[in-house]
T-cell receptor, first 114, second 110 residues
Framework: GAGVSQSPSNKVTEKGKDVELRCDPISGHTALYWYRQSLGQGLEFLIYFQGNSAPDKSGLPSDRFSAERTGGSVSTLTIQRTQQEDSAVYLC????????????FGPGTRLTVT | TQLLEQSPQFLSIQEGENLTVYCNSSSVFSSLQWYRQEPGEGPVLLVTVVTGGEVKKLKRLTFQFGDARKDSSLHITAAQPGDTGLYLCAGADSSYKLIFGSGTRLLVRP
């Protein structure tokens, strides 16, 4: 079956611009996670959506970062007024809600802020 | 704050050798997962361990979860060049958020 998809695969933007990153989870997976992978920082949690519950935003590094999930499926991560330190690979993962620990990752979006 | 220390960071070995990667924490995790990541791709799940003391085998890979569910190890027997990649351990908290180790970059030389 189809895995987690993310778009775009690469994004180059100028400092100060806003960007939107998209994640399409595995069909039927109700939990969706965003992570960021950068050199020297490893993989870090950003935000978590579970069904209709309020998202867990505890990992968002600043108020320039926000995310939404429409219809319990597709999610968009938005970074406003991008900074060079935002350059990283942004990874999305989804998980089946019940009886499952496993998270399945998309290929990521490589964001470069110039 | 839960942290996972993974070691070694880099490992370069000859084909046929054995190796062990360690993942340690002072925190208890509800589960621990091992991933492998290739350049330009997302992490691919290898195994999930849940029960303290659990051992799982995946061909030449053996995964162990510590009795106290604070640490884990990955042992590869007779490594092959195809095993080359970045290996990541990740502990799950009560809401299944993953806390990742820093990764072990493995190079298996033919």
């Amino acid at each position: 079956g189809a895995g987690v998809s993310q778009s775009p695969s690469n994004k180059v933007t100028e400092k100060g611009k806003d960007v939107e990153l998209r994640c399409d989870p595995i069909s039927g997976h109700t939990a969706l996670y965003w992570y960021r992978q950068s050199l020297g920082q490893g993989l870090e949690f950003l935000i978590y959506f579970q069904g209709n519950s309020a998202p867990d935003k505890s990992g968002l590094p600043s108020d320039r970062f926000s995310a939404e999930r429409t219809g319990g499926s597709v999610s968009t991560l938005t970074i406003q007024r991008t900074q060079q330190e935002d350059s990283a690979v942004y990874l999305c993962a989804s998980r089946q809600q019940f009886h499952s620990y496993e998270q399945y990752f998309g290929p990521g979006t490589r964001l470069t802020v110039t | 704050t839960q942290l996972l220390e993974q070691s070694p960071q880099f490992l370069s070995i000859q084909e046929g050798e054995n190796l062990t990667v360690y993942c340690n924490s002072s925190s208890v995790f509800s589960s621990l997962q091992w991933y492998r990541q290739e350049p330009g791709e997302g992490p691919v799940l290898l195994v999930t361990v849940v029960t303290g003391g659990e051992v799982k085998k995946l061909k030449r890979l053996t995964f162990q979860f510590g009795d106290a569910r604070k640490d884990s190890s990955l042992h590869i027997t007779a490594a092959q060049p195809g095993d080359t990649g970045l290996y990541l351990c990740a502990g799950a908290d009560s809401s299944y958020k993953l806390i990742f180790g820093s990764g072990t970059r493995l190079l298996v030389r033919p």
